[in-house]
C-alpha cells in the first residue's frame, strides 16, 4: 500500500510556519527605522512568516492592520502602540478570536491585562529619571535659576508621557529647576528643529537646558541651535533620549552632552516570545530591556561597539 506520505502533498508534510502579524507606528526616527530592521532580520532568521505594517503614526491605521490581521487568522499580533489609550475594542477583537498579543516597546493603558499576553521594553519613566539625575548632579554647583525648555515626543505616547514623569519627578527636589517651555515635537527631526526655533525666539539666552524626548528632535533642535548663533551643548545643556548613532555623532562633534539609552533592538525577544506563545509556556507579562546613559566625554570609546 501507499504510504502516507506518498499521498500527502510535500506542502503539508512540511511544519508550518508561525504567521506573525506586526503592526509598527512609523519610520519617524533613528529609533524605529533600526527597531523595524531588528524586527524583520530576527523574524527572518527566527523563521517566521511576518506581516509588517506601518502606521505612519496613526492609531486608525494600527486598529486597521490589526483588524486584518484577524481576518487573516495570523498566528500572533505584535504591535507598538503609537498612543496610549483606545485599545480596548480592538484588542477584544483579538481575544475573541483567540489570537495572543504582544506589546513591544510601548505600552497601552488598560485595566483588562488579559488582553495581552506581555509587554516587553523600555521603563521610560526610569529614562526620564536618569535624564533628570544626570541634570541635578550637572547643575549641583548652579546657584541661579536654570530654565529648561523640553521637546515633548508624540503626544499621548507612553515615551512622551513617562519621560516627562520622570524627568519631573527628579528636577521638583530642587525648585532652581523650571521647565518654562515645553512642547511636542513629534519625535522627528523637522518637528524638533521647527519647535526649537520658536522657543529661541520667545526666550533665546534665557534657555539654559534642552530635554528632548528623543535624539532626532535634539539633532534637529541643534540645527535651530546653530543658526541662532549659539553653541549647542555649552550655551545651551542638550540631553535627550535613545542613544542611537546619530547622537553619538553629535557628542563625538561636542554638540550634544547626554543621551539615556533605550534600544530598539526588541526582533530576538520578540520571535521567542512568539516561539514561547505558540509552544503553550507561560510568559512574564513584564519583560524590561536594560539599559544605561552616555554622557559626551564616553561617546568616542563607545561609538564603535554601538549597534544601532
Ligand atoms: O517608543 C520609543 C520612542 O519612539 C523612541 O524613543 C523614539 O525615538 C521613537 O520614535
Given amino acids: 500500500a501507499a504510504s502516507l506520505a506518498a499521498l500527502l502533498p510535500a506542502t503539508a508534510l512540511a511544519q508550518k510556519k508561525i504567521v506573525l502579524g506586526f503592526s509598527q507606528v512609523g519610520a519617524e526616527s533613528e529609533w524605529r527605522t533600526a527597531n523595524t530592521e531588528s524586527i524583520k532580520a530576527s523574524a527572518k532568521d527566527a523563521g517566521i512568516e511576518l506581516k509588517f505594517s506601518d502606521a505612519q503614526q496613526k492609531q486608525e491605521n494600527q486598529i486597521k492592520a490589526i483588524r486584518s490581521f484577524i481576518a487573516q487568522k495570523v498566528d500572533v499580533i505584535a504591535f507598538s502602540p503609537v498612543v496610549e489609550s483606545g485599545w480596548e475594542t480592538v484588542l477584544r477583537e483579538a481575544k475573541a478570536a483567540n489570537i495572543p498579543v504582544v506589546l513591544t516597546d510601548r505600552s497601552v493603558n488598560t485595566k483588562d491585562d488579559s488582553l495581552y499576553v506581555t509587554f516587553m521594553g523600555s521603563d521610560f519613566v526610569e529614562e526620564g529619571r536618569k535624564a533628570g539625575r544626570w541634570l541635578v548632579d550637572k547643575m549641583k554647583d548652579e546657584k541661579g535659576e536654570v530654565n529648561i525648555v523640553e521637546l515633548q515626543g508624540t503626544v499621548g505616547s507612553a515615551p512622551a508621557i513617562d519621560r516627562k514623569k520622570g524627568f519631573e519627578e527628579i528636577i521638583k527636589a530642587d525648585p532652581k ?32 537646558v534642552l530635554y528632548a524626548h528623543n535624539d532626532d528632535m535634539a539633532i534637529g533642535a541643534i540645527q535651530a541651535i546653530e543658526e541662532a548663533g549659539l553653541k549647542p551643548a555649552k550655551d545651551i545643556t542638550i540631553i535627550s533620549v535613545d542613544a542611537v548613532k546619530g547622537a553619538f555623532e553629535a557628542m563625538i562633534a561636542g554638540k550634544l ?39 559626551m566625554e564616553v561617546a568616542a570609546k563607545e561609538f564603535p561597539k554601538r549597534k544601532y
Fill in 177 to 208: 529647576f523650571k521647565i518654562i517651555r515645553s512642547q511636542t515635537g513629534d519625535f522627528t527631526r523637522a518637528k524638533g528643529k521647527e519647535v526649537m526655533e520658536a522657543f529661541l525666539k520667545a526666550d533665546g539666552k534665557k534657555i539654559n
Fill in 257 to 295: 552632552n547626554v543621551s539615556v539609552e533605550c534600544s530598539p533592538l526588541l526582533g530576538p525577544q520578540l520571535m521567542s516570545a512568539v516561539k514561547d506563545i505558540k509552544a503553550g509556556k507561560t510568559l512574564p507579562k513584564r519583560i524590561v530591556t536594560e539599559e544605561t546613559i552616555f554622557p
